[in-house]
């Protein structure tokens, strides 16, 4: 199931380059695939407690990034999660 999982996946880019991922754990983005996880214990994981939103980046630029933004906090206040990140 996990090899047919990675042939979706789109390529990660040139060599060494990697996605971002927001770590909890961390508490900010990282690029290193080693911190790219999510602890069991995480109100995400075992409640659902979490925001999502999807952009289109290109070149690396978000397109609608002040747009994006906004509905993901708005997203936040009312799913009541606490100290989300600022602008």
């Known amino acids: 199931a996990l090899a047919r999982i990675k042939e979706r996946l789109p390529p990660a880019g040139k060599k060494g380059e990697f996605r971002a991922f927001f770590s909890s754990v961390m508490g900010g ?3 290193c695939p080693s911190l790219m996880s999510v602890p069991a214990d995480d109100h995400m994981v075992h409640r659902g407690h979490a925001v999502f939103d999807t952009a289109n980046v290109k070149d690396g630029l978000c397109y609608g990034l002040d ?7 708005k997203s936040a206040k009312a ?5 989300p990140p600022s602008k």
């Open 29 to 31: 983005i990282t690029t």
């Open 67 to 73: 747009f994006h933004l906004d509905r993901i906090l």
């Open 79 to 83: 799913c009541r999660i606490e100290n």
